[in-house]
Structures are given as structure tokens and as C-alpha cells.
């Protein structure tokens, strides 16, 4: 715990940090533990990401002590080394502002000029500072830098090319010791490497070549009281390489074949292990692949210039061709065409795009030539957001992970008791020191609490990335596993249920008025209205082509509707109220054929003219075409429904029995909703909580989870901890489903990591099994974990079904 915890009300930092080095939840909990013991620091490290997530007090604590602390237990931060070419670095006080302008950025470490060639060089912290950042220093203070292509590998290409790099040594000193040990056996094969000068030699290639990793960080996290992994392999090992050393002075047993084959079998592990959790990651990968890299950019002359992503601002005008990825988000200025947004919706169907409309980065362009006005560019674009939220939420540590990790924390020390013991033991029973001496190094080499730290990242990252794939947002692994334990879900009817946008459903004429006249009376007034209601009767009108009248003198009567005159003839549309203050008579009967639509929760918009009644509009909202697909689905798989709306009762009650929802809650305010959701809290209810707009983020907050549609507003997009890209409503049973089948796949991976452990370990106390079965049962162990939590990526989730499946979708006429 830090002596001086941070406190909230002050400008606490966030960063993120890459991290290199780490092979088990161990060393997780060596650098949580070393980072908290810094004043005003909160620390949350991943495995399977390699990152660290660290909140902290500045006024306490510096950026590079952070590193500093890391970097002590033998860890590695991971940097970028970046370049740019910059003009005058021949003359000294530009050399030094340039320094300066560098170094005013945080995460920015060994900055040197070179003044010959005019290059400065640097290194950046990832998590910290980007390329972009220090580009626009410069540029402010007076530079014009170039940027310096850089080959600087992927952390994880990078991990997985030395990784094959150690193996193959490893290998191929080992390959002479196992052709020795075939001839010992089996008397096949040259007798000359049967000399244990030899054999020493190359064993002592592989402990120290190839194995010197495990040695160097085993050695520094025993400086600062850690044991991790290495701590067993680089004891065991060095356990037999010691005393095969020694007994070839004294002309006793060698052992070098364990020592050299365990480090072998263990680099194979580590080596699959990098290629598979490279595997994990794939999601963000491809999701970084949409973004073209290149892009053309109209110039003051009105020329066509190509240009970098990176360099483009908003306000530019950009020309996308067809079969082309957007570069940002941005407005269609020119053309007419359709966009693929498949990668943001999961929608197939092109989207129609014409002046106006909001294009997405990464969308593909559909067969015309469009021109668009840049708006979010670089982090702050659609699909930027997105891959932040996906490497948000595989940094972060499910609840179910501080199982793992108070295993983690005792697991090292009480493996090397038992190791201890068995020597002990074995040595005392059977006088056979050696012998024992093996079954302890055994013990060491076969407790691998790697597979127990994978358990949980690995199955977050590919279940959130999967989610991403399908227009699913995870911010967070809590929210992967609080998804699987939902047994209520309570949604908002309108914009989420319903579409949100009302059409008109029906319309009545009376006395000698046609159904045709009502509607061109109706649109000629309400045309100029922005009012929804008034909308859906001036889309209805087009739709039935009614004959176009124009309308002289409209205004607006607050709350109560419009007045116009079409030939000097009063026209009044509204509600009855506006009909009474008009004198226009409403009929018995006629009201009573309406009464029957409003006790559905539908609007009525009648319509007069000159002091007589002309007919009336029947307008409602009217349920998505997936929503009783999706109640069926949930009741299926055991979920209760409950709707919650500010409509009058009776409308709620109206959508909510075609719904067949088993709650319905009606009139309520903002604040109702969020009791609501607190009292089926208190019932046991695990609620989830879908809605779309403002008066939805309290509720949203409530609730054990929330869930925004993609449709939706962004304060219940930021206030949720799920988000649809899509409006499709259906996507809450695949979020719940992924939910349950990434906690699933977490609690297999939890049951084999320890069973292995507990399978293990008497088997290597009891002698059973040898130092290199040991070693390869151990190389396996971690890679199994990480290949079941890649099976989620064969796992299949629901497709949302036909709208004739769930039901009527329509308002039915009364």
C-alpha cells in the first residue's frame, strides 16, 4: 500500500505502460506490490497484455521512478526509438531548444542531437508519449520535423523473434547431449560425445546462453524479496547443472541431459506461448488494419495531394475512391454513394450516403467517388475509441482474477518448501542424496504458476475482442463477467424497444371528408413543424402521394398544435384541446374509435376545418423489428424482462403485453428509473440495464451492468460499461451470451492450471516423474491455458432471427 494514497480531488496521471520480461502471475504481483510501495501510485498489471496500468499522484511520485521501480526487478519498459530530421542543428541554441522542446514531453527519455547530420533521435515510453506528440512541440517551437521511417519491431513479433532465437540455441547445444543419452540407452550412435568434458561444455552453453534469462531475472527478483517463475526453473536447473558439475570432478552420476533438456523444453513453451498470445491480440490488430495509411487531401489550389493519415486536420477535404477505407470520421461535401459500416454495426447492407451525412474510419467507400470534410481525426476517430476501449478492457482484471492472484502470491514459496522437503525427505529415507536431489529439482521445474496468470487475461482479451468483431464493447473485464450473471434485464422503451421515431399508423375521415383530404390538410399545416408527431404525418403523407396544398399564415399554438388557412379556410391540427379552444365538435362515436388506438399507447392528431371536424391521424412509435426476438431469446435462456419508460401507464402497458415483458414500469422520471433498478437489486435481481439517452445514465449507473445501444446519446454511451456500435437491440443476447462463455472459458482454464498443479507436484515429490518429463509437462501447461481461451474464437453466437420470428412488429388496426 502506498504511504500516501491518491486522492481524488487532485490532477491525478493515468499511463500505461509496456512491460517485457514477465512469465507468470508472479512477477504481476512482484511489480503491483514494488509500485505500490510508492507514495500516491495505484497500480493494475496484465499478464497477457504485458502492460501495467498506473494511476498516480505527481506531486509524489515522478514518471521515471515509475520505469525506475520497474525496470529495478529486472523488467524491461518498452520504448520506441524515434528520429526526426531538423534544419540548424549545426548551431548551438537550436540544438539546445530543440532538446528542450523534446523533453517537454512526458515519456520522453534520452534525446540526442546530431549535429553533423542534423538528426534528433529519442526514445519514447509506449503507453506514455507518441511520435505526434513531439512533432508538435517541435513544431511550436519553431521547427519544421520530418519524421525518420523507423524499424523498430511489434513488441510481440519482437517477443516471438528472440523467443525462436533462444530456442534454437538451446537446441542445438542441447542436440549432442540427447544423442549421448540415446547411445548411454540404447547403444546406438557415436560413442565419442560419451565423455563428460564435453557433455559439461555444452550443458553449461545452454544454462548460461540460452538460460541466462531465467538466471538474470530470477537473481533480480530475489534482490527485492519476489519469487517468480524464473526463481523455480533457474534454481532447478542450476540445481543439476551444480551438482553434475561437481560430480564430474569427483567422478560420480552426471545429470547434464535434465539441466540442458528442462531449459529447452521450457523455451518450446515460451516460444508457443508468444506465438499464441500474439494469437490473443489479433482483434486489435486487424481492427488497426481498416485505417488506410494514406490518403488524398484537397490543397488551396484545389489540387489533389496524397498525404499521410497522421498529418491530416479537421477541416480538410478529403477524396475517398470507391473500394477505399475512410481515413477519418468526417461529412460527405460531394457525391452520392453507399458505405459498407459491416466492421461498426455488424449491419451487411451498404448504408446510402449523400451530402451531409457522417462517414466512420475504417467503413469501406462503395462504388462512387465521394469527398468528405474531416472532423475527428488521429485518437479521437470512431475506430480509435474502439481500439481504446477493447485494450481498456484486456488491461483490466476481471473479478474472478483475484482468485488467481492470491494463489499467485503464496504459490513460489510453498513449491521450494515442498522441493526442500522432498530433498530432505527422499535423501534421509533412501540415503540416495542425489536422487533426492533430483526429485526436488523436479518438483521446482514442474510447478509452473505461469498457466494460473494466463487463466483470466487471455480468455478477456479474445472474449472482448470477439465483442469488438461483432459492434460489441466490453470497457472493461468486470463487465465480460458481470454479463454472465445477469437474470434481469430492464430496458427503456423508447429508442430502444421501440425505434423512437413515430409514424403514422392509421387515419380516420369524417362526414364528407376523405381519408386523402384529412392527410393533405394535415401537411400543408404541419409541414414546417420539426415536432416528431408532425414529422411521421408529413412522411405518411408523402409515402400516399396525397394532392400538395399550400398553406397561408400557419403559426403554432404552444402544447396544443398548429393553425393555418389554406383559400381562406381555418385549419387547426392538434389534440382535442386545440379543437375545443377552435369550436370544432368532436363526435361521440368517432371519439370512442380513437379511445380504442390511445388505450395502445398511440397519439392522435385530429384535424378541422372551419369549425368542423375533418378526421383524425392515429401516430405511434412502433417496436424494432428484433425486440421480440430479443425478449424471446432472453426468456429462453432463463432472463426476466422488465420495461421501464417515462410514457403514461397505459402506453407502457400497451408495448409491454405485445412484448410479452414480465415487468412493466410506466410514468417514470429519471430518478424513478434508477429506484426501480435499485428495488429489483434488493429483490436479487443481477440487472442489466439497456437504454439510449440522457434520462437512461442513472439507471445505467444502477444497474450491476449497463448497456447503451449504438443509437444512443453520448452520456449513456459514456455511462454505460457495454456499448452496441449498432442499434440493433439483439446484440444484448450475444453480449450476455460471449459474457457466459468467456467466464466459462475462464473457469476451465482456472480448473486445468490447478489440477496440473495438483496432479504435479506429488508426482514429481514422489519421484514418479523425471526432471525433463517435468520439464515438458511444464512448457505445455501455460500453452494449453492460452490455445482453450483462443476456442472462443470458434465459439458461435447468436444470429439475430427474422422479424416474422419474434411476433408482430406493427401496430395492429383496432
Same mark, same amino acid.
Given at each position: 500500500m502506498a504511504t500516501h494514497p491518491i486522492d481524488q480531488d487532485q490532477s491525478a496521471q493515468s499511463i500505461n505502460l509496456d512491460i517485457g520480461g514477465m512469465t507468470c502471475a508472479t512477477c504481476v504481483n512482484s511489480i503491483e506490490k514494488a509500485l505500490h510501495q510508492l507514495d500516491g501510485v495505484d497500480a493494475h498489471v496484465n499478464l497477457a497484455l504485458e502492460r501495467a496500468n498506473i494511476t498516480f499522484d505527481p506531486s509524489l511520485v515522478t514518471m521515471p521512478r515509475l520505469v525506475e521501480t520497474i525496470t529495478e526487478l529486472g523488467y524491461s519498459v518498452r520504448k520506441d526509438h524515434v528520429s526526426w530530421i531538423l534544419a540548424g542543428m549545426d548551431e548551438e541554441p537550436l540544438r539546445k531548444r530543440a532538446?528542450?522542446?523534446?523533453?517537454?514531453?512526458?515519456?520522453?527519455?534520452?534525446?540526442?542531437?546530431?549535429? &553533423?547530420?542534423?538528426?534528433?533521435?529519442?526514445?519514447?515510453?509506449?503507453?506514455?508519449?507518441?511520435?505526434?506528440?513531439?512533432?508538435?512541440?517541435?513544431?511550436?517551437?519553431?521547427?519544421?520535423?520530418?519524421?525518420?521511417?523507423?524499424?523498430?519491431?511489434?513488441?510481440?513479433?519482437?517477443?516471438?523473434?528472440?523467443?525462436?532465437?533462444?530456442?534454437?540455441?538451446?537446441?542445438?547445444?542441447?542436440?549432442?547431449?540427447?544423442?549421448?543419452? &540415446? *547411445?548411454?540407452?540404447?547403444?546406438?550412435?557415436?560413442?565419442?560425445?560419451?565423455?563428460?568434458?564435453?557433455?559439461?561444455?555444452f550443458a553449461t552453453v545452454v544454462e548460461w546462453g540460452p538460460g541466462w534469462g531465467f538466471i538474470h531475472r530470477a537473481w533480480m527478483n530475489l534482490r527485492h524479496k519476489n519469487a517468480n517463475m524464473d526463481v523455480l526453473v533457474a534454481t532447478g536447473t542450476l540445481a543439476a547443472w551444480g551438482l553434475?558439475?561437481?560430480?564430474?570432478?569427483?567422478?560420480?552420476?552426471?545429470?547434464?541431459?535434465?539441466?540442458?533438456?528442462?531449459?529447452?523444453?521450457?523455451?518450446?513453451?515460451?516460444?508457443?506461448?508468444?506465438?499464441?498470445?500474439?494469437?490473443?491480440?489479433?482483434?486489435?490488430?486487424?481492427?488497426?488494419?481498416?485505417?488506410?495509411?494514406?490518403?488524398?487531401?484537397?490543397?488551396?489550389?484545389?489540387?489533389?495531394?496524397?498525404v499521410a493519415v497522421d498529418a491530416i486536420h479537421p477541416g480538410d477535404i478529403l477524396q475517398v475512391l470507391a473500394g477505399e477505407r475512410f481515413p477519418v470520421d468526417g461529412k460527405v461535401v460531394a457525391g452520392q454513394g453507399t458505405a459498407d459500416e459491416s466492421m461498426l454495426t455488424g449491419e451487411p447492407l451498404p448504408q446510402d450516403k449523400k451530402p451531409g451525412d457522417m462517414v466512420t474510419a475504417g467503413t469501406l467507400n462503395g462504388s462512387t467517388?465521394?469527398?468528405?470534410?474531416?472532423?475527428?481525426?488521429? *485518437?479521437?476517430?470512431?475506430?480509435?475509441?474502439?481500439?481504446?476501449?477493447?485494450?481498456?478492457?484486456?488491461?483490466?482484471?476481471?473479478?474472478?482474477?483475484?482468485?488467481?492472484?492470491?494463489?499467485?502470491?503464496?504459490?513460489?514459496? &510453498?513449491?521450494?518448501?515442498?522441493?526442500?522437503?522432498?530433498?530432505?525427505?527422499?535423501?534421509?529415507?533412501?540415503? *540416495?542424496?542425489?536422487?533426492?536431489?533430483?526429485?526436488?529439482?523436479?518438483?521446482?521445474v514442474v510447478a509452473c504458476p505461469c498457466a494460473l496468470g494466463l487463466a483470466t487475461p487471455t480468455a478477456v482479451m479474445v472474449g472482448s475482442g470477439i465483442g469488438a468483431k461483432r459492434g460489441i464493447l466490453f470497457r472493461n473485464g468486470a463487465a465480460l463477467e458481470t454479463a454472465s450473471r445477469i437474470n434481469l434485464v430492464a430496458f427503456d422503451k423508447t429508442g430502444t424497444l421501440t425505434r423512437g421515431k413515430p409514424d403514422m399508423q392509421h387515419v380516420i375521415a369524417y362526414g364528407d371528408f376523405t381519408e386523402e383530404n384529412v392527410l393533405a390538410l394535415a401537411w400543408a399545416i404541419e409541414r414546417e413543424s420539426t415536432h416528431p408527431l408532425a414529422q411521421a404525418v408529413v412522411r405518411g403523407a408523402k409515402l400516399q402521394g396525397v394532392p400538395e396544398f399550400q398553406a397561408e399564415d400557419v403559426y403554432t399554438e404552444a402544447g396544443l398544435g398548429m393553425v393555418g388557412y389554406i383559400n381562406d379556410q381555418e385549419i387547426v391540427v392538434g389534440n382535442l384541446r386545440l379543437m375545443e379552444q377552435y369550436h370544432v365538435n368532436v363526435p361521440e362515436d368517432i371519439q370512442n374509435t380513437v379511445n380504442t388506438w390511445q388505450e395502445q399507447g398511440a397519439s392522435v392528431i385530429w384535424v378541422g376545418q372551419s369549425e368542423q371536424l375533418a378526421g383524425a391521424i392515429i401516430v405511434a412509435d412502433t417496436i424494432r423489428d428484433d425486440a421480440p426476438a430479443t425478449i424471446k431469446a432472453l426468456h429462453e435462456r432463463g432472463i426476466q424482462v422488465a420495461m421501464l419508460t417515462g410514457d403514461q401507464e397505459r402506453a407502457a402497458e400497451a408495448i409491454g403485453k405485445k412484448l410479452n415483458v414480465d415487468r412493466i414500469y410506466g410514468g417514470l422520471l429519471p430518478a424513478d428509473k434508477s429506484k426501480?433498478?435499485?428495488?429489483?437489486?434488493?429483490?436479487?435481481?443481477?440487472?442489466?440495464?439497456?437504454?439510449?439517452?440522457?434520462?437512461?445514465?442513472?439507471?445505467?449507473?444502477?444497474?450491476?451492468?449497463?448497456?447503451?445501444?449504438?443509437?444512443?446519446?453520448?452520456?449513456?454511451?459514456?455511462?454505460?460499461?457495454?456499448?452496441?456500435l449498432s442499434p440493433e437491440i439483439f446484440g444484448v443476447v450475444r453480449a450476455l451470451t460471449l459474457g457466459r462463455k468467456t467466464l466459462g472459458k475462464i473457469h476451465q482454464n482456472l480448473f486445468w492450471s490447478l489440477i496440473y498443479n495438483v496432479m504435479m507436484i506429488p508426482l514429481a515429490a514422489f519421484g514418479i516423474i523425471s526432471p525433463v518429463l517435468a520439464g515438458a509437462a511444464m512448457a505445455m501447461s501455460s500453452v494449453s491455458v492460452v490455445s482453450n481461451s483462443l476456442l472462443l474464437k470458434t465459439a458461435k453466437l447468436p444470429a439475430t432471427p427474422l422479424p416474422t420470428e419474434g411476433g408482430e412488429i406493427t401496430w395492429p388496426k383496432p
Open positions: 532538446i528542450e522542446a523534446a523533453e517537454s514531453v512526458t515519456g520522453v527519455e534520452n534525446v540526442q542531437v546530431n549535429a &553533423v547530420t542534423g538528426v534528433l533521435s529519442l526514445d519514447l515510453i509506449r503507453g506514455v508519449a507518441d511520435a505526434q506528440q513531439v512533432t508538435d512541440a517541435l513544431q511550436a517551437a519553431g521547427f519544421a520535423p520530418k519524421q525518420q521511417s523507423t524499424d523498430e519491431p511489434n513488441p510481440r513479433s519482437h517477443e516471438m523473434q528472440v523467443a525462436r532465437r533462444r530456442l534454437s540455441w538451446s537446441i542445438l547445444f542441447s542436440i549432442p547431449i540427447w544423442v549421448d543419452m &540415446v *547411445h548411454v540407452l540404447f547403444h546406438v550412435g557415436p560413442s565419442w560425445l560419451d565423455n563428460g568434458i564435453m557433455l559439461a561444455l553434475s558439475m561437481y560430480d564430474l570432478a569427483v567422478h560420480g552420476p552426471l545429470y547434464f541431459d535434465s539441466s540442458a533438456t528442462v531449459i529447452t523444453l521450457v523455451l518450446v513453451g515460451k516460444y508457443l506461448e508468444a506465438v499464441a498470445k500474439g494469437r490473443t491480440s489479433q482483434a486489435i490488430e486487424e481492427l488497426l488494419a481498416l485505417r488506410p495509411q494514406e490518403t488524398r487531401r484537397k490543397t488551396a489550389q484545389g489540387d489533389w495531394e496524397t467517388t465521394l469527398e468528405i470534410e474531416a472532423e475527428r481525426v488521429g *485518437h479521437d476517430t470512431t475506430l480509435a475509441q474502439i481500439v481504446k476501449t477493447v485494450e481498456e478492457a484486456q488491461a483490466t482484471k476481471a473479478p474472478v482474477q483475484r482468485f488467481a492472484d492470491t494463489i499467485a502470491n503464496v504459490f513460489v514459496p &510453498v513449491v521450494i518448501g515442498i522441493a526442500i522437503i522432498t530433498f530432505i525427505v527422499w535423501g534421509v529415507i533412501t540415503g *540416495h542424496w542425489r536422487m533426492a536431489a533430483l526429485d526436488g529439482v523436479a518438483v521446482l426501480i433498478v435499485s428495488k429489483l437489486k434488493e429483490e436479487g435481481f443481477r440487472v442489466l440495464m439497456v437504454g439510449d439517452g440522457i434520462n437512461d445514465a442513472p439507471a445505467l449507473a444502477t444497474a450491476d451492468l449497463g448497456l447503451a445501444v449504438g443509437s444512443g446519446t453520448d452520456a449513456a454511451l459514456e455511462t454505460a460499461e457495454v456499448a452496441l
